[in-house]
């Protein structure tokens, strides 16, 4: 499970109600999409968890090294909820998240698409993360796709952080850094998911999300059960759970603002208006195909630091 | 009894663990199927990765002079003090030890930000019209780093200059000597060995000071702890980040072995 944002809402919304409904205590670790590979990956004989939760970047890399038990949607009662689309033999999505520009609208204008990250109005006060996120690596190929690259080729994005470096603002490597730094101001426009805008929102920071004039990107966060996983039973009554209309609906309010993959459940009025008004519209969002963006991005990840070194 | 069972606590929990790491970085490959020496090959060919092993021993050697000479005064002063005041010197010295390295890092955004503390005094104040940039550089860094790590270049000083017999600057004085010649020809030579001690613990510390690296010296700072982070967890090759990780190890272990001779260089010197 995700620190943050994710964390909370599922520890106050998801694990009561499985608690109430099917009778199962959930332990709730807080671990980084990656760092909960690295931790079933370490021990796959015996995993400490028996559910994980990925971005489809490393939910691609799981499947491909085997951690992932075979997904059985016959085992959920509320697969019927969600549309076919949202699942497959090894997992099911569990909420859509929706990438963009983040601003603070008391210091700057408002920015209208990716470019202008790298506009003069914005120098010293634009802060990037690298590959190492998905919000990172999808927003650098929108910003490759407007200069002629696409989902396998980021040159273009390259090029134009090279140029614009001079003017950087922040660069940020460690993720968990970058909520901070847009609180304490040291940056005013970032790009970043719409919930952790939300989320600092709530927090009384002064934070705006825009969806880019090209279009913002939509991807689904997905559960999977662990291969070897111990209480393999359970871990369907928990999903189930996380399915479920009243849960999903309830994880969609903010501060959590998960957006929901349950049918049942209208993205409004939950969300600003102007952000997402149906399944219908969020399905039309940019989407990147993870299979054709993964094996490239241990290149893209080196090259980005040799890129941005001082 | 006791011993036999520390010498296999020590065994099973640190020498077995470093163990698999050697042997973890002589595979070729991530997925872990033939031995060989490639990740060193691959380490040492490529100029990148020296000039990132550079970059953070030299980290290490500005930190320690930072906290070397901020910290000796600091440590005259504290043996020169009333031995009422002391403790609660002692208090205020080993504070930074009591708080968290996260609370403490994010504590130093606030300061050095471009919002932060050190910029909004030196506007009001009129000094400068435009935020410095303090966070994300090697200097802020090495400030910060400094704070953090001080306590262990001040608490083996002050144990070995409280040991000093105080006779001993009478009787410099009682020779002719002024107050500086008794401070660097007999405060100075006898308290080396503290000094010494102090500097290894800075150096190995503020190298390896992963939270502190990433989150002040920022995105821009590739160092190596933060190279050994992203090996393991974002791209999976633990191979080559328990290579670099031995590499890190050995350029740290070399430091610690010259400034032990040093040091016994000294205690004998301090005998003569």
Redesign the interface.
Known sequence: MYPGPWEEGYRAVVTPYVKRTADVEVITTPLLA??Q??KI?AARANPPLDVFLLDPGPAV?AIEDGLVDKFDPSRLKNIGNVNKAFYDDWGVAVAAQIVGIAYNPKKVERPTGWKDLFSPKYYGKVGI??F?TTFGTSSLIEISKLYGGSETNVEPAFEVLKKWLPN?G?????P??VN??FQ???MDVTYTNYQTVSTLKARGVDIEFVKPDTGPITFYTTIHVVKNAANKDNAYKYIDAILSTEVQAALQKPPYSLLSVNKNVPLQPDMPVDLVKSHEELAKFVHHDWRKINPNR?AW??RF??E??? | MAGRALSLFFLLFFLMPLGLLAVVSLYTSPEMAAMGPTQYAKFGGDG?NWSVLFATLLLGVKTVALTAVIGYPLALVFTEAHRRLQPILLFVIILPLLTSVVVRT?AW??IL????LVNRVLMDLGLITAPLRL??TELGLVIALSQIEMPLMLLPLISLMSRLDPNLKDASAALGAGRWRTLFRVIVPLSLPGLLAGCLLVFSSSVTAFVSQ??IG?????LLP??IW?Q??????WPFAAAISIVLLLSVLTVVVVLNALGRRSRAYAHV
């Open positions: 990656l760092d590979i690295a990956k890399v993360s690298g190492g950087v922040v660069i940020a490597q460690n968990v850094a901070t730094l304490q101001g040291q241990a990840i080196e630091n040799r941005v070194r001082q | 990148f994010f955004i606030v930000g471009r919002d932060g966070l994300h990433t989150i920022g995105g821009r700072m590739v933060f190279y992203q393991a967890t974002t791209l999976f090759n």
